[in-house]
């Protein structure tokens, strides 16, 4: 449905050379869901213009269903690509009705030829638009009397009502409060895989990414740092930085010992002397420091300090460790341990009894653990 190759775009400006897209590859299914998840400023919004044809390339090509829209030979105007964009801030007209905002693209002002149609027709799509984010209750009222949420879904019904080939959405969320941002995730999900509509899906928060998506591309500084879905960007990270785009994480350092122990299998030796087990990342590790990369909710405790095992014996790896701080936020406890080779976080039940001091075994399975 689409394909980016090579995408670059630089911005050049009083304050300098800006890479914002350095050498973007990637390309999405027809009817996949896929997410540029990345800090700000590291490019997603500039990748997503430039689909949309709202910035002109530096260099590279985009396809959009076996068509070249851009390349060095070829600009195509935004209002002539098949695909609607939603942004952050959902622009609601508000001098119009919630139907009179939903038909808006179909009217002549609101598009090219492509879209002009007959105005029971408008009526009709805009109705069908709006049934589908469940607003068509509230057809006739005045569009700036609506929540924030009914809002999000009438920029939403907008974009549908097009009937696009591919939806663009620019952290279309974050502009709601937390909870109202969860429902809104199910929704957008569940509706764009209901009308089998290929989707491409720009934001910042890691929860957000991993819940809606089919594949996820981590950005950072312009480049695709790791290209997968939910559970290989975090079970699998290939660096530190993906790890942390992704969610919290536990680093420890430690020196390669043996990449050949079993197949996939490897041990790093800590500056404690202790030998970890871990996986080895995908893209394969280098001689030497390595970084071994879990999650806090991995991690598992035992109270007090058990015999250590032989490594060799088990796939389980086993810390000494000792708590020097405690958050509870209700829904998990937040612990921190002291370890030999620095600080761990794990992230436990909250009906779960520990006290500052507290010396405990940490249980970490060698599975869990990615070593880069
Ligand atoms: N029109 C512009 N002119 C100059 N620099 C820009 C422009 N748009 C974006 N940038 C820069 O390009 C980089 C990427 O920006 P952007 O794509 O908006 O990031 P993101 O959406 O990931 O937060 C940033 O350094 C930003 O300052
Ligand atoms: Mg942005």
């Known amino acids: 449905m689409l394909r980016v190759e090579n995408l670059r775009k630089t911005f ?46 530096t260099s590279g090509m985009i396809e959009i269903d076996g068509e070249v829209v851009a390349s060095d030979f070829r600009y195509m105007e935004a209002n002539r690509r098949p695909i609607s964009m939603v ?14 905002n939903v038909m808006f693209p179909l009217s002549t002002r609101g598009s090219g030829k492509r879209h ?3 105005r029971k027709e408008r009526r009709e799509r805009g109705m069908e638009a709006l049934k589908m984010v469940q607003l068509d209750h509230l057809a006739d009222r ?18 549908l009502v097009a009937q696009p080939k591919l939806l663009l959405l620019d952290e279309p969320l974050s502009n709601l409060d937390a909870k109202l941002r969860e429902e809104m995730r199910f929704e957008i999900k569940d509706l764009t895989g209901r009308l089998g509509i290929s989707t491409i899906y720009v934001t910042h928060d890691q929860a957000e990414a991993l819940s809606m998506s089919d594949q996820i591309a981590v950005m950072s500084a312009g480049k695709i740092l790791q290209q997968g879905t939910s559970r290989e960007i975090y079970l699998g990270p290939v660096s ?11 680093i420890l350092e430690g020196t390669l010992v043996d990449s050949a122990k079993s197949l996939g299998e490897t041990e790093v030796l800590l500056a404690s002397g202790k030998v970890f087990r871990c996986r080895m990342s995908e893209t394969g590790v280098g001689e030497g420091k390595v970084e071994i990369m879990f999650r806090p909710e991995l991690v598992t405790v035992r109270l007090g300090i058990e015999p250590e095992l032989p490594v060799d014996s ?13 958050d509870f936020t209700g ?42």
């Open 240 to 250: 530190a930085s993906v790890a942390r785009i992704a969610g919290n994480v536990n």
């Open 116 to 118: 002009r149609v007959g």
């Open 87 to 100: 942004f952050q801030s959902y622009a609601i007209w508000p001098h119009m009705t919630v139907l009179g």
């Open 12 to 57: 050049t400006s009083e304050a300098g050379v800006v890479d914002a897209v350095d050498d973007v590859t990637f390309s999405i299914a027809s009817g996949e869901f896929f997410t540029l998840l990345g800090p700000s400023g590291c490019g997603k919004s500039t990748t997503l213009r430039c689909v949309a044809g709202l910035e002109t390339i």
């Open 314 to 326: 088990t796939s389980v790896n086993s810390l000494p460790a000792r708590v020097s701080r405690i």
């Open 331 to 372: 829904d998990h406890l937040k612990v921190h341990f002291k370890v030999g080779d620095g600080e761990i976080i794990a992230k436990l039940a909250p009906d779960l009894v520990l006290t500052k001091g507290d010396e405990v075994t940490l249980l970490i399975k060698a599975e869990n653990c990615v070593a880069q």
């Open 142 to 159: 005045d569009a700036p009397f609506l929540s924030g949420g009914q809002q999000q879904r009438v920029a939403l019904a907008r974009c």
